[in-house]
């Protein structure tokens, strides 16, 4: 069991995230079975999101999984006005998971998550927001939000309409693409679309890898299509978000994946109609690349945290040894905040970059305040990239 220590807790300079362009992952339910690509294990993800203006101080986001009561929390939740430094606090939210709450009436990917978030004020008529979301909410199997998007938040934009309830000005695309390849690409318009099949049949088109129309499952089902990467794309409910499932709901539909070992991959935005009639082009695109080999899997319970033998120490403890692929280093976060965004509440305490060794590990955290609480979450790793955070354990620092 190695013992690593280090004298100074440092702040992780956590990168913004780029409107129009972002990097957190995505795929549907279930790792899956029938023979596709997609072995792994998929994240919890985001489905979209719904807002009128018949209820101005209540925003509802849509995941594909169930989330874990016990790891949501308001501080998880950001609402700032795009052109500007204002916030909206998040008073109060209301989780209701199962068949029918994942915002997708399709029956092969409606199982997952509602959660209503109550603002403490009305949203502005005819402004757009930055709805932000932490890589710590997570599914009841323990994986987090966008798992393997090196534990960054995930932001989108949306705008409300005006007092008619009609939608002005140019519209914003958020492409929520990834890369890594146990995800599927995601895409966000900040106000829903009419005509859907068409835009989803030209999105399918206009994704390419290698300047090459990537080949599509259109049935989501146990048959495995024959070096097909991901299924067709869907919309959700609200016609607002746009993304590629790679499986659905259950043990036995075919999972996919994209392919690793570092292909570009390119998606379009294609014209689209927006509800009050207005047409537009030219909405933008993003690319991406992938692993070069499948990063580490991930941890589904919390560290063991207790008070350290010295003034301002903590003792941690995990273990790892049967997570697929292997991880073969560690990155250990601290935190007096139990949740809270990854750029504001969580900076890496283990100065050096890496835990090695064997499991079960350790690592003795120092130079943090005497008696305080804190909270503490790890992130597996190998040659190919970061996973996500776990749950986190909590402990008192010595006096």
Do not use: C
């Amino acid at each position: 069991m190695l013992k690593k220590s280090r004298k100074t807790f440092m702040a992780l300079a956590a990168a913004a995230m780029l409107l129009v362009s972002v990097s957190p992952a995505s795929a549907l339910n279930s790792n899956g079975g029938g023979g596709g690509t997609g072995t792994g294990n998929k994240p919890l993800s985001l489905n979209g999101y719904k807002f009128t203006n018949s209820s101005r101080n209540t925003l509802y986001l849509y995941f594909d999984r169930a989330i874990d009561s016990a790891q949501l929390d308001v501080s998880q939740f950001k609402v700032k006005e795009h052109s500007s430094a204002t916030t909206v606090n998040v008073s109060s939210k209301t989780l209701t998971t199962g068949n029918g709450y994942s915002g997708t009436s399709d029956s092969q990917l409606d199982n997952g998550s509602t959660v209503a978030l109550t603002l403490a004020s009305n949203l502005s008529y005819d402004t757009q927001y930055d709805i932000t979301l932490s890589p710590t909410i997570a599914a009841s199997n323990g994986i987090t939000l966008g798992n393997y998007n090196g534990h960054q938040d995930t932001t989108f934009v949306m705008k409300t309409p005006n007092s008619g309830g009609s939608y002005t000005g140019t519209p914003t695309v958020t492409f929520l693409t990834t890369t890594k390849w146990e995800a599927n690409p995601v895409v966000v318009i900040d106000r829903p679309i009419t005509n859907v099949s068409t835009v989803l049949s030209n999105l399918s088109t206009n994704f390419k890898k290698s300047g090459t129309t990537v080949t599509q499952d259109s049935v989501i089902d146990s048959t495995a299509v024959s070096g097909a990467e991901t299924y067709t794309p869907h919309a959700n409910d609200e016609h607002n978000t746009l993304f590629f499932p790679l499986t659905g709901k259950g043990s036995t539909n075919t999972a996919y994946n994209l392919t690793q070992s570092s292909n570009s991959y390119t998606i379009t935005m294609p014209n689209f109609t927006d509800v009050s009639s207005n047409s537009y082009s030219s909405a933008g695109s993003a690319s991406f690349t992938t692993v070069s080999s499948d990063i580490a899997g991930w941890i589904g319970s919390a560290p063991t945290v207790s008070t350290g033998a010295a003034s301002g120490e903590l003792d941690i403890t995990w273990s790892a040894g049967s997570i697929t692929p292997v991880a073969t280093q560690f990155d250990v976060y601290i935190s007096t905040a139990e949740f809270g965004l990854a750029s504001t509440n969580w900076a890496s305490a283990d100065t050096s970059g890496t835990v090695t060794g064997s499991s079960p590990y350790s690592y003795t955290a120092t130079g943090l305040t005497p008696g305080q609480l804190y909270y503490v979450r790890i992130v597996p790793k190998n040659a190919a990239g970061v996973a996500g955070f776990t749950i986190a354990g909590s402990g008192t620092a010595g006096e």
